[in-house]
């Protein structure tokens, strides 16, 4: 039985990073099984190995049938032992909350129901598991203790009863178990060591040694070979440091580094500095760099931990030819122009993998890959950037292309503008430089208290991205339109053009041309518009959300728009339409009141003028109207501003502004709500804030599914106008703004 339990230490100490259940913390395991009995403390240093510690963690090893924590052939029809489960608080939160994490008689307790002898091996399991999180966070000196009480006896974890004594107890017996821990002293960093890595096996291995310094139990210098144990591993911190060259660091890779001697011996933080050096000496152009996981060395007496690093830089190289494959219809030569990094640069993981996302970001590929295409090479002259450096790192993307064609459906409602609902075909890769089509037809005004019969929109876009410049892209629109609004019926054919460019992360610039050929009917009276436009505009976005209909949880979302035009044909009228909206989103997470993305206060505030021109004097859909959710809540599409007479026709306005306080709170089982007060008005000047200011207030649910939340919101008007509705029902995709 103690040969069995030294084995299922061992095993369980070397295997637990085979575990896929999600890290809670590093952990630092000692491997004394690995040469003899475990070390007594003392002045003797012993030698350990870092491991992460993970919560749920499967068995590694079946020494012993009575103790698996899974049933045998004959276990099918085994009754199942119910338990409960007491865990005592060590008064440190972190080490609690990494003990709750690792037990597994706490996390399978409700969901993996076991027999009277696997229920004895989950005990036994969860003295090292246990062990774990309390050496995650440096206690290397604590002790484990599981008290299992079977009906009216009490026994240990470890007593060899324990399997018998479970399978004797009655059906109805209870079985509770109360799992403690003291945690002893906290172990601080000692001597931290970093060295080239060790001669490889081709190497003679009686090559002189340098003789270790006196660290832990210091021996004369010997062979390599034999200051290593039957594992491989030196058996001091002097031995392993004497199989290397000392390593220097600059002054970015100490920084990058971060661990100093004296600091609290966490595992996370020894396995981080490990990965974090190694992403700094990549980002130096040390393609081939290595930073093996660290040794690490207990020193009992002073309750220390040695750390020693092995550090292979290897030879610095730039960025060498660049490979693309996986192309079909897509041209390469769009996406080499596209591309971010070029040959001879000096290699840093962080361009190219910025390169890496800017490709995938064309929208035209279903996955794109990077990895190092070795061997290294040399460049010829003149092809190098980086003066001194010719050895190079070939780079190879590997795109795999997603489907041309997709068809995408349409629906929404809200009781002023009834239904709406329609189809969207689109080819991803027009002319093979991602070139997109779009085709669209909706059907608009299925009832609605603020529609007057069915209308419809029909438009083709086309969208060249890169055009001229990168980061430049061409849109064109064909359209044609019917709405039989209350305010006014309109029947348009409209062409658009104009280019965007992104300036910038969170800038994005456009301007264009319009023309719109329209009929306007209003109060009985029709009339035939020809307006000329040239929209002008900037978008502000740091919300850094990849799909923009995601609830914003932080950042501004701002926007500018200038629109000089004339109105041809029904008189002459030059006019300009300016509007600016800006919206801004926190996260109470930031005070501490909740987790992350949890509860959110959104703000938006909206404004818009027209100038040249009176509100008689410009076509009825080129003035300004609010209402509905993208201003005044609780009021019809165009429900508040002035009106013809008392009726319910709407006239619309040279001014308008408006604003929204909105509270969002995520709930569990993909469900959230929200609530929300808007306030707006419209006049008749042109200067904002003139009119009657209309406020609405009201609440809704969110059902958060991949694509976005589906948002359904109930608003009631506060000060309703003469024939307003009593309250309004708005159904979608994503949030109002």
């Given at each position: 039985m103690q040969v069995q339990d030294t084995a299922r230490r061992v095993c369980g100490r070397l295997l637990r990073v085979r575990s896929k259940g999600s890290i809670l913390s590093g952990s630092i395991t000692p491997q004394n099984g690995f040469s003899g009995p475990p070390v007594k403390p003392g002045r003797r240093s012993s030698v350990v190995s870092l491991s992460l510690a993970f919560g749920a963690m499967a068995p590694c090893c079946h020494v012993d049938k009575a103790w698996a924590d899974a049933p045998s052939s004959g276990e099918a029809a085994e009754k199942t032992v119910p338990y409960s489960v007491t865990i005592q608080p060590t008064k440190n939160a972190e080490i609690d909350a990494a003990i709750q994490a690792s037990s597994q008689l706490q996390t399978l307790k409700t969901t993996h129901a076991v027999g009277p002898y696997a229920l004895a091996g989950r005990i036994r399991a969860d003295y090292d598991r246990v062990d774990t999180a309390l050496q995650s966070q440096g206690y290397y000196a604590g002790t484990v203790t599981i008290r299992i009480k079977v009906g009216n006896q009490e026994l240990d974890g470890r007593d060899p009863a324990l399997p018998d004594a479970l399978e004797a107890l009655p059906k109805d017996g209870k079985v509770s178990i109360t799992v403690s821990a003291t945690i002893g002293?906290?172990?601080?960093?000692?001597?931290?060591?970093?060295?080239?890595?060790?001669?490889?096996?081709?190497?003679?291995?009686?090559?002189?040694?340098?003789?270790?310094?006196?660290?832990?139990?210091?021996?004369?210098?010997?062979?390599?070979?034999?200051?290593?144990?039957?594992?491989?591993?030196?058996?001091?911190?002097?031995?392993?440091?004497?199989?290397?060259?000392?390593?220097?660091?600059?002054?970015?890779?100490?920084?990058?580094?971060?661990?100093?001697?004296?600091?609290?011996?966490?595992?996370?933080?020894?396995?981080?500095?490990?990965?974090?050096?190694?992403?700094?000496?990549?980002?130096?152009?040390?393609?081939?760099?290595?930073?093996?996981?660290?040794?690490?060395?207990?020193?009992?007496?002073?309750?220390?931990?040695?750390?020693?690093?092995?550090?292979?830089?290897?030879?610095?190289?730039?960025?060498?030819?660049?490979?693309?494959?996986?192309?079909?219809?897509?041209?390469?030569?769009?996406?080499?122009?596209?591309?971010?990094?070029?040959?001879?640069?000096?290699?840093?993981?962080?361009?190219?993998?910025?390169?890496?996302?800017?490709?995938?970001?064309?929208?035209?590929?279903?996955?794109v890959q990077v990895h190092n295409a070795p061997p290294i090479v040399t460049l010829g002259p003149g092809k190098t950037l980086v003066p001194g450096v010719s050895q190079a790192m070939p780079v190879d993307f590997d795109f795999k292309e997603a489907k041309r064609r997709t068809v995408a459906v349409q629906a929404g409602y809200s009781t002023d503008l009834g239904g709406r609902a329609g189809v969207t075909w689109t080819h991803h890769n027009l002319l093979g430089n991602a070139e997109q089509l779009k085709l669209t037809a909706l059907l608009t005004g299925l009832g609605g208290s603020a529609q007057q019969g069915l209308g419809y929109d029909v438009y083709a876009d086309f969208s060249k991205p890169d055009f001229l410049h990168k980061n430049q892209n061409l849109s064109l629109r064909v359209e044609a339109v019917r709405q039989?609004?209350?305010?006014?019926?309109?029947?348009?054919?409209?062409?658009?053009?104009?280019?965007?460019?992104?300036?910038?992360?969170?800038?994005?610039?456009?301007?264009?041309?319009?023309?719109?050929?329209?009929?306007?009917?209003?109060?009985?009276?029709?009339?035939?518009?020809?307006?000329?436009?040239?929209?002008?505009?900037?978008?502000?976005?740091?919300?850094?959300?990849?799909?923009?209909?995601?609830?914003?949880?932080?950042?501004?979302?701002?926007?500018?728009?200038?629109?000089?035009?004339?109105?041809?044909?029904?008189?002459?009228?030059?006019?300009?339409?300016?509007?600016?909206?800006?919206?801004?989103?926190?996260?109470?997470?930031?005070?501490?009141?909740?987790?992350?993305?949890?509860?959110?206060?959104?703000?938006?505030?909206?404004?818009?003028?027209?100038?040249?021109?009176?509100?008689?004097?410009?076509?009825?859909?080129?003035?300004?109207?609010?209402?509905?959710?993208?201003?005044?809540?609780?009021?019809?599409?165009?429900?508040?501003?002035?009106?013809?007479?008392?009726?319910?026709?709407?006239?619309?306005?040279?001014?308008?502004?408006?604003?929204?306080?909105?509270?969002?709170?995520?709930?569990?089982?993909?469900?959230?709500?929200?609530?929300?007060?808007?306030?707006?008005?419209?006049?008749?000047?042109?200067?904002?804030?003139?009119?009657?200011?209309?406020?609405?207030?009201?609440?809704?649910?969110?059902?958060?599914?991949?694509?976005?939340?589906?948002?359904?919101?109930?608003?009631l008007p506060m000060n309703r106008p003469a024939y307003g509705d009593k309250w309004e029902l708005y159904i979608g995709l994503g949030e109002t703004f």
């Amino acid at each position: 039985m103690q040969v069995q339990d030294t084995a299922r230490r061992v095993c369980g100490r070397l295997l637990r990073v085979r575990s896929k259940g999600s890290i809670l913390s590093g952990s630092i395991t000692p491997q004394n099984g690995f040469s003899g009995p475990p070390v007594k403390p003392g002045r003797r240093s012993s030698v350990v190995s870092l491991s992460l510690a993970f919560g749920a963690m499967a068995p590694c090893c079946h020494v012993d049938k009575a103790w698996a924590d899974a049933p045998s052939s004959g276990e099918a029809a085994e009754k199942t032992v119910p338990y409960s489960v007491t865990i005592q608080p060590t008064k440190n939160a972190e080490i609690d909350a990494a003990i709750q994490a690792s037990s597994q008689l706490q996390t399978l307790k409700t969901t993996h129901a076991v027999g009277p002898y696997a229920l004895a091996g989950r005990i036994r399991a969860d003295y090292d598991r246990v062990d774990t999180a309390l050496q995650s966070q440096g206690y290397y000196a604590g002790t484990v203790t599981i008290r299992i009480k079977v009906g009216n006896q009490e026994l240990d974890g470890r007593d060899p009863a324990l399997p018998d004594a479970l399978e004797a107890l009655p059906k109805d017996g209870k079985v509770s178990i109360t799992v403690s821990a003291t945690i002893g002293p906290q172990f601080h960093l000692g001597r931290i060591t970093l060295t080239t890595p060790p001669p490889t096996a081709a190497q003679p291995s009686d090559a002189p040694a340098k003789a270790p310094s006196p660290q832990g139990s210091a021996a004369p210098a010997t062979s390599k070979a034999q200051t290593a144990d039957k594992m491989g591993v030196p058996a001091t911190t002097g031995d392993a440091a004497a199989q290397g060259e000392p390593v220097a660091l600059t002054a970015d890779e100490l920084k990058a580094f971060k661990l100093k001697s004296g600091q609290p011996a966490v595992a996370s933080d020894v396995l981080a500095a490990q990965g974090n050096l190694l992403t700094q000496l990549q980002e130096e152009g040390y393609a081939v760099a290595d930073v093996s996981t660290p040794l690490a060395y207990l020193q009992p007496h002073d309750n220390t931990l040695d750390v020693v690093f092995r550090v292979g830089k290897g030879p610095k190289v730039v960025i060498g030819p660049v490979g693309m494959d996986g192309l079909q219809r897509v041209h390469q030569s769009f996406l080499r122009r596209r591309l971010t990094i070029k040959e001879g640069e000096l290699y840093q993981p962080s361009k190219i993998e910025a390169a890496r996302q800017d490709l995938a970001a064309v929208g035209v590929f279903s996955s794109v890959q990077v990895h190092n295409a070795p061997p290294i090479v040399t460049l010829g002259p003149g092809k190098t950037l980086v003066p001194g450096v010719s050895q190079a790192m070939p780079v190879d993307f590997d795109f795999k292309e997603a489907k041309r064609r997709t068809v995408a459906v349409q629906a929404g409602y809200s009781t002023d503008l009834g239904g709406r609902a329609g189809v969207t075909w689109t080819h991803h890769n027009l002319l093979g430089n991602a070139e997109q089509l779009k085709l669209t037809a909706l059907l608009t005004g299925l009832g609605g208290s603020a529609q007057q019969g069915l209308g419809y929109d029909v438009y083709a876009d086309f969208s060249k991205p890169d055009f001229l410049h990168k980061n430049q892209n061409l849109s064109l629109r064909v359209e044609a339109v019917r709405q039989l609004l209350y305010s006014y019926h309109q029947t348009a054919f409209i062409l658009r053009g104009g280019i965007g460019r992104r300036l910038g992360k969170f800038w994005y610039v456009s301007g264009g041309l319009m023309g719109m050929q329209e009929q306007i009917q209003q109060f009985g009276d029709t009339r035939n518009y020809f307006i000329v436009s040239a929209p002008l505009s900037a978008t502000y976005d740091s919300t850094q959300l990849s799909n923009p209909i995601d609830p914003a949880t932080h950042g501004i979302r701002a926007s500018l728009s200038a629109s000089p035009s004339v109105s041809l044909e029904n008189g002459t009228s030059f006019f300009t339409l300016l509007s600016a909206q800006v919206s801004t989103y926190f996260d109470l997470a930031r005070i501490g009141l909740t987790k992350p993305g949890k509860s959110v206060i959104a703000v938006r505030g909206t404004v818009g003028s027209v100038q040249g021109a009176s509100t008689y004097q410009i076509p009825p859909d080129q003035r300004l109207y609010a209402g509905g959710p993208a201003t005044v809540r609780g009021f019809r599409y165009q429900g508040v501003g002035p009106q013809y007479g008392n009726t319910k026709y709407a006239i619309g306005g040279t001014s308008l502004d408006a604003g929204t306080v909105e509270f969002r709170q995520r709930l569990p089982m993909n469900l959230g709500v929200a609530a929300f007060v808007d306030a707006g008005q419209v006049g008749t000047g042109s200067r904002p804030g003139q009119g009657t200011l209309r406020v609405g207030y009201g609440a809704g649910v969110r059902y958060f599914t991949p694509i976005g939340p589906i948002r359904v919101d109930v608003a009631l008007p506060m000060n309703r106008p003469a024939y307003g509705d009593k309250w309004e029902l708005y159904i979608g995709l994503g949030e109002t703004f």
